[in-house]
């Protein structure tokens, strides 16, 4: 007999950086309503403490609050920033203090406005790789949802899109491939943080799709799993 | 009355440098099962007739040839490059003095042994833009067929992958685009060149995820286009 039930094994606490933005605020909604404990968190407390409630409430999921960046990223047991690429660096170092020996998912996407439809490289190569370099070792830094629609997020339809995981340690992609299931998307391991560059790369050319094409927006799924 | 018939457009002349490996022979009866007139280009002039010779046979196209890959570039009105990224350059230097003013397609991924599943960017960011590069502005250069499955091109089943499309001028896209539904396949206009390094880096991916999931060929389909 297993006596292991898989409910019994705690839900890591997730501090959402940059968690009231459109692509925070999306992932919170999906995971307050698995049950996650989910920390907002902000520049400014009011807006994170708002935005927390208002999940909150839609959710059914009183363990939500809002916090100041930093503090947010010490609350966290993981924790994911979802910011625009002008603001990466310094929110890095914000919670660089608090983020020792944790997951940190990095879903930023070195957009270069306006051409945000164009691929512009950092000197890094990607955002995930400016993370890690700047987060240091002790960092577990793993890339994911660079891909997915945040107005889509906002909604409770199934999302035609998959999450590419990128990380360093197989273990560490297994557990944000398991919150990209907990919040209705399928994660798939993509390789090493080196291999973000695809993801990232790929949001510009998706941006450039719901151009061309005038749709609301372009996702991408991967063939050939035999489950889709 | 519009008197003019589509299928009067005459199809272009397409010569496939390094048309004897898989991707290209792959390419190759496709096309040439859908009445193109396709030149099969290689270093070796008798490696590239057995090739034309054996796809010539299966599709029972008799236009195929095989050419040295330098005649191949000259002979072709639209020039496909499907090479290892270790002879890259040096072929384009062979073909330069044929391809101006052609649609060049670079398929080429730069893929560096033996850490093929590992992005590993060029220092041009990306084969297209090298290609360019080393073409100058006279070759019009679109990046095409990165991610499709050069195994499942040798079938005839229906294969379930999206071609993106990258190019600095749309009717050169939308020429590839329709070059890539001849093939059989969907292809998507997916903006600029320097857009390439998304499908380029991809292939790492499709790579790395056919090793953790233990399968064939993964692939992959852009979501929300309304027609899959």
């Given at each position: 007999m297993n006596g292991f039930a898989p409910g019994a094994i705690a839900k890591p606490r997730l501090a959402l950086i940059g968690g009231t933005g459109a692509l925070g605020t999306g992932l919170a909604r999906h995971w307050a309503a698995a049950g996650y404990h989910v920390i907002i968190g902000s520049r400014t407390v009011d807006k994170a403490e708002a935005s927390?409630?208002?999940?909150?409430?839609?959710?059914?999921?009183?363990?939500?609050?809002?916090?100041?960046?930093?503090?947010?990223?010490?609350?966290?047991?993981?924790?994911?920033?979802?910011?625009?690429?002008?603001?990466?660096?310094?929110i890095l170092d914000?919670?660089?203090?608090h983020v020792a020996g944790k997951i940190v998912i990095d879903a930023t996407v070195p957009l270069v406005p306006p051409k945000v439809a164009r691929v512009q490289l950092p000197a890094e190569t990607s955002a995930a790789l400016a993370a890690q370099k700047r987060l240091g070792d002790t960092a577990r830094v793993v890339?994911?949802?660079?891909?997915?629609?945040?107005?889509?997020?906002?909604?409770?339809?199934?999302?035609?899109?998959?999450?590419?995981v990128f990380g360093d340690a197989p273990e560490d992609r297994a557990a944000v491939v398991a919150l990209a299931e907990a919040a209705g998307l399928r994660g798939i391991h993509a390789g090493p943080l080196a291999n973000a560059v695809a993801a990232e790369a790929l949001t510009s050319v998706l941006i450039g799709i719901n151009r061309h094409y005038k749709i609301p927006g372009a996702g991408i799924r991967i063939t050939g799993l035999g489950k889709e």
């Open positions: 927390a409630r208002a999940i909150a409430a839609a959710s059914g999921n009183r363990t939500l609050h809002g916090a100041a960046n930093a503090s947010a990223a010490q609350a966290g047991d993981v924790v994911l920033l979802a910011v625009p690429w002008a603001s990466h660096a310094q914000e919670i660089k203090p890339a994911a949802f660079h891909n997915v629609s945040a107005s889509k997020l906002q909604g409770d339809a199934p999302i035609d899109c998959d999450v590419l």
